[in-house]
């Protein structure tokens, strides 16, 4: 997968602009709050200076990438996006500390480093702010988007506006012949058949840079030659899977087909990239090994304080390639919770777990000894998450394309999982199938890089586990 397809970037450019011009600005504040700038001892300890506060900008910027301030996730609140931005300033310390260590030749004095990484904190969080809550308000300033179809699909594109944080402004709804209409009357076009104009002629009086075909049959009512002038005429023309998936991170499963799945961009699990992908989890999963060291030790002597039953939780889960494995994690449940009631999903406030294990599965402790699952190579530390076999033979019965999920390892932690609060029903495996789909689709190292970013802020809101 090419990462840079997704128009993540170039929808937030301005975002992005800001950010470089505070990777430079919090670069020359560092250099001029601890020297001043233009002395003999600046100029002649760390000149020239630009190729380092391109360095700097290039860190702050890509940091922030990879962290998501560029995505398509939901709008977050003001304090989460400041709590965010704080981390992805530690991450760019470490980052550019250690290029500093293998590129002597780059490095600045540490008092300009500090008071650099904590003018760019300031300084973005500044910046986003008002990005967020205010630059999107301005007309204009967001792509408009022309929706062809009216039906139960249209609707559904249709309400995706003002949900989730993108840069595009609804339009309307064109309809076309024989096209039910499930969305609300005033904001339905009419066109073609002497009702109306042209479907071109409403995308440039709407000026309109994006098509949306979202018609829920296409035999006898889509309008070829129309949308094909549109095309030619410099509007990009885009299907209906396609645009929520870039507006959303996630698949439309019902009305993708398996030529979708065939001939759209990505799903290419290479060799490659498994073997690469390996090394990284074993790298990994004994660095988070080492780091955990006290906690495999400190965690099992409160677990038998704290209830009756074994310490740790032995069960079946489905692999790769649909094959069974033992999943290993700390109890976090009474000893012996399903001998009643059989398999069942853990809900929200489940009497089953002990006060303990609502503090282990918060703070994601009760997860450490999947690392040696990591280590056996049952699982990966990212990828969609194990499910028992009870409920893949249940669920790939009721959801479509659910055995797809099984090509890759499952994960300790993964796109669906940082992206969709914990589920117990089969709309909550629906949507988080969605999920799982999406990242095999665009399985990259960038990717994993990001879900990193984004389960460090999952473990510190405390959000997800039951």
Not at 256 to 271: C, E, H, L, M, Q
Not at 294 to 320: A, D, T, W, Y
Not at 436 to 465: E, M, N, P, Q, W
Request: charged share 20%; hydrophobic share 45%; with cysteine.
């Amino acid at each position: 997968m090419n990462f840079f397809k997704i128009p993540i970037i170039t929808k937030n450019m301005i975002l992005i602009l800001g950010d470089i011009l505070i990777g430079f600005l919090s670069f020359y504040a560092g250099v001029s709050v601890r020297y001043h700038y233009g002395s003999d001892f600046v100029l002649s300890q760390y000149s020239p200076l630009l190729p380092k506060a391109i360095t700097f900008s290039f860190f702050v910027v890509f940091i922030s990438f990879l962290a998501g301030f560029y995505g398509f996730e939901k709008e977050e609140g003001r304090k989460e996006l400041i709590v965010k931005i704080f981390l992805s300033g530690v991450f760019v310390f470490v980052a550019l500390a250690a290029f500093y260590y293998f590129v002597p030749s780059m490095q600045i004095g540490r008092g300009i480093f500090f008071i650099a990484i904590c003018f760019s904190i300031i300084l973005q969080s500044i910046w986003h702010i008002i990005y967020v809550f205010n630059f999107k308000k301005i007309p204009g300033f967001a792509e408009k988007v022309l929706i062809l179809g009216t039906g139960p699909l249209a609707k559904t594109l249709g309400t995706l506006f003002d949900t989730t944080k993108n840069n595009f402004a609804f339009a309307g709804y064109v309809n076309c012949l024989n096209e039910p209409i499930h969305v609300p009357q005033e904001y339905v076009i009419a066109h073609g058949n002497g009702n109306g104009k042209s479907l071109l002629d409403i995308a440039l009086k709407e000026k309109v840079g994006k098509i949306v075909i979202s018609l829920t049959e296409r035999r006898g009512t889509f309008p070829v030659k129309e949308v094909l002038n549109c095309k030619l005429n410099g509007i990009d023309i885009m299907d209906a899977p396609s645009f929520y998936e870039q507006m959303l991170g996630k698949l439309l499963i019902e009305n993708a087909r398996p030529s979708w799945f065939i001939f759209s961009d990505g799903f290419k699990v290479t060799i490659f990239r498994k073997y690469f992908k390996r090394i990284f989890d074993v790298v990994i999963a004994v660095l988070c090994l080492t780091i955990s060291l006290p906690f495999l030790f400190i965690v099992p002597v409160l677990i038998k304080l704290n209830s009756k039953g074994p310490v740790m939780f032995r069960q079946k889960r489905v692999g790769e390639g649909e094959k069974i494995f033992t999943l290993y994690k700390f109890r976090t449940m009474i000893d012996g919770a399903e001998k009643e009631t059989g398999p069942v999903w853990s809900r929200e406030n489940d009497v089953r777990v002990t006060k303990l294990g609502k503090f282990l599965r918060k703070s994601r402790l009760d997860e450490i000894p999947q690392l040696f699952n990591v280590l056996k190579g049952d699982m990966s530390l990212i990828g969609p998450r194990p499910e028992r076999s009870f409920f893949v033979e249940s669920l790939r019965k009721q959801i479509p394309y659910y055995s797809e999920r099984h090509c890759v390892k499952p994960g300790i932690t993964g796109w669906a999982q940082v992206r969709y609060e914990y589920g117990d029903s089969i709309a909550d495996a629906l949507e988080k199938l969605r999920y799982d789909l999406y990242y095999i689709k665009h399985l990259s190292f960038l990717l994993d890089f990001l879900i990193i970013f984004d389960t460090a802020k999952v473990i510190f809101f405390g959000r997800g586990g039951r």
